[in-house]
């Protein structure tokens, strides 16, 4: 599985938005240069993200962007998802291939969706608020509910 620079530059948003929650809108050139991020490429993927209901948008001059959900209400899965679409398909690669052990092409096939559901596993139990804990133990801010 390979992870598009776009999805990379939109968990990068995303997780920046998740640190600055509460705080009203970001504006997106603010977000390029916390992040390292090609401001100009960024607003396509913010529109990108809009559509995909991870993000709400103001204009104006007091405007920005912000989370639609809480941040542990969004996952990497959803964010690589509606970036890139599905992480695999569930279809092989190949429709032409007649194989004379079906039981191989069978197994094989098992595998790729065993492989599918375990990553979309890992990636829907990681929130952008699990990441922003990540950061705050990091930092030695962590933050304990009872």
Not at 3 to 21: E, P
Not at 64 to 77: C, Y
Request: proline share 5%; hydrophobic share 40%; glycine share 8%.
């Amino acid at each position: 599985m390979r992870i598009s620079n776009k999805s990379d530059y939109a968990l990068r948003a995303l997780f920046d938005l998740a640190q600055h929650i509460g705080q009203g809108p970001v504006q997106s050139d603010e977000i390029a240069t916390r992040q390292g991020v090609p401001v100009n490429y960024l607003n396509q993927l913010l529109i990108t993200m809009r559509r995909a209901g991870l993000i709400e948008s103001l204009r104006g001059p007091q405007g920005g962007h912000m989370l639609a959900r809480p941040p542990e209400a969004i996952t990497l899965r959803d964010i690589l998802v509606a970036l890139d679409g599905p992480l695999l398909t569930g279809e092989t690669a190949r429709d032409d291939l007649h194989p004379t052990v079906p039981e191989d092409h069978d197994l094989v096939d098992e595998f790729w969706c065993e492989l599918r559901g375990r990553i979309e596993g890992l990636l829907d139990a990681i929130s952008l608020d699990d990441l922003c804990q990540r950061k705050r133990q990091r930092d030695g801010n962590v933050m304990y509910y009872i």
